[in-house]
């Protein structure tokens, strides 16, 4: 990612924390700010998407390969179940967190 893209993607993230516009105002408002146009950060944003999904790819594959060849399939799927039940339990806490700030 480049510098330039991940100032992109910063400034989309920060945009919806502070508006909660929906997805095509974002665009709008972060394209505008940096003097891009809407069809240009669209397209940024999918090549960021579309590099995130790749990698994902390589990753199940290296541990669906390994996880077979060392015999450890069912600890590896329990693994990633407990991750997602922790990682659901963390975003939840931000969300909690999210709506306290807006209650001060």
Known sequence: MTPREHELLQGMVN????????????VGMVGSTRGIAPEEVKEILSRL???DVEHSEDALNLIDKYSVQLNMTENV??????????FDKYLMARL?????FEGS
């Open 15 to 26: 945009c919806f924390h502070v508006c909660h516009a929906n997805f095509e105002d974002t």
């Open 49 to 51: 998407r579309e590099a």
């Open 77 to 86: 799927q329990a693994t990633f179940l407990r991750s997602i039940h922790e």
């Open 96 to 100: 909690e967190r999210g709506k306290q």
